[in-house]
C-alpha cells in the first residue's frame, strides 16, 4: 500500500487584529445605543435591556484573546458591524482564492515541489464565496496545478475530510500530490451583536501538502498512519444561509442566516464523541493517549480542549502536548487545527506520533494520526 505524507503546510494570517478590548468597546457602544433607543420599553417592562460583555467575560469563556480579521474596521463600526469586503469584478481573483495563494506558496515550498507537481486541489472550508465556478478550481488555474479540483464544506472539520480524501486519492494511486486549502473569512458569517458569540470568530487559511512517500523530498515529513471520520445529526450549531432563501422569501441578513450556537449543547455532546473517535481510532492502530507526543485539536474553546485532552491522554495536558493558538486566533473553523500543527510540529522527534482532530457542525470530526518521520 502506498504511504502518505504530509511534507508541507502553509498559514495566511490577516493585516488587521481585533484584541477583546476593542471588541467589547464597540459592541458595549452599540448596546448603550440600542438600550437608550428603546428605553421607553425598558422602562415600561416590555423589553430587556441588553447586557455589557467584557474581556473577561470573554477569556472566562472561551479562552480567546484576540482574533485576525480582514477588514477591523466595518466589524467596529457600530452602525455596520460586520466586515466591509468590496465585491470583486469576476476577472479579479477572488478573496479566497487570493488568501490560498498565499498561503499554498508557503506550502508548496515547505514541501519542495512545485505547483504544477499537484494533481488535486481541494478547498475546503466553512463558507464559500459562491457555488460556481469552484474556488479550488481557480485556484488550481491561479497557481499553474494540474489534475482535478473541487470545494468541500464540512464546516470545522473541512480540513481533516479534505486529508482524508486527499490521502485516499494518493493511496488509490490516482494522484501523487495533493493540496488543501481552507480559506475560513469566519468574521462575515459572525454575529457582532449577539454578547453569546461576538467574539468567538477570526479569519485565517491554512493549506496541506500531501505526497506518495516515495516522491517526497522534504527534510520534515508526517505519515499518516491513518484517519477516521464521524458525523452525527444535530440542529445545535446551525446556519441558514442558502440560495433558496430568496426564493422562500427570507430575509437574508435574518440572524438565522448567521452563525447560531447552542454553546452548552455543544459542549456536553461533541467533548465525548470526539474523544471516543480519537481513542478508538488509536486503538484500531493498536496505539494508545499514552503513545502521543503531541494534540492539534480544533481551536474553538479552550475548556473543549482541554477536557478532550484529558480524556485522550489520561492527563492535564501541558501547553506542548496540546498547544493552543486560538488565545490569538479564535476560532478559524477548520483551519484552527491546521494552524496548531503547522506553527507546533517542527520540534518533535524523529518517530514521536500525534493527532490532527478537528470538530463542529454537523455534527462531524475528523482524526488523522500522523509519525514523524
Known sequence: MTDVVITGTGLFTPEHAIDNDALVASFNRWVDAENGRNAAAIKAGDQVPLAHSSSEFIVKASGIHSRYVMDAEGIL???RMRPHLPERANDEPSIQCEMGLAAARQALTAAGVEASDIGLVIVACSNLERPYPAV???LQAALGA???AFDMNVACSSATFAIDMASN????GNVKRA???SPEICSAHLNFRDRDSHFIFGD????VVLEDAELATAEVR???LGTRLVTRFSNAIRNN???LNRVTDADPRAVDKLFVQEGRRVFKEVCPMVAALIGDHLASLELSGSDLSRLWLHQANRHMNDLIARRVLGHDPDASQAPIILDRYANTSSAGSIIAFHLHHADLAPGALGVVCSFGAGYSAGCVVVRRQ
Do not use: K, N, Q
Not at 169 to 172: K, L, W
Open 169 to 172: 486519492a494518493i493511496r488509490s
Open 136 to 138: 479550488a478550481v481557480e
Open 241 to 243: 444561509a442558502g440560495f
Open 179 to 181: 493540496l488543501v486549502v
Open 204 to 207: 485565517a487559511c491554512t493549506a
Open 146 to 148: 494540474t489534475g482535478c
Open 222 to 224: 508526517f505519515e499518516i
Open 77 to 79: 463600526d457600530i452602525e
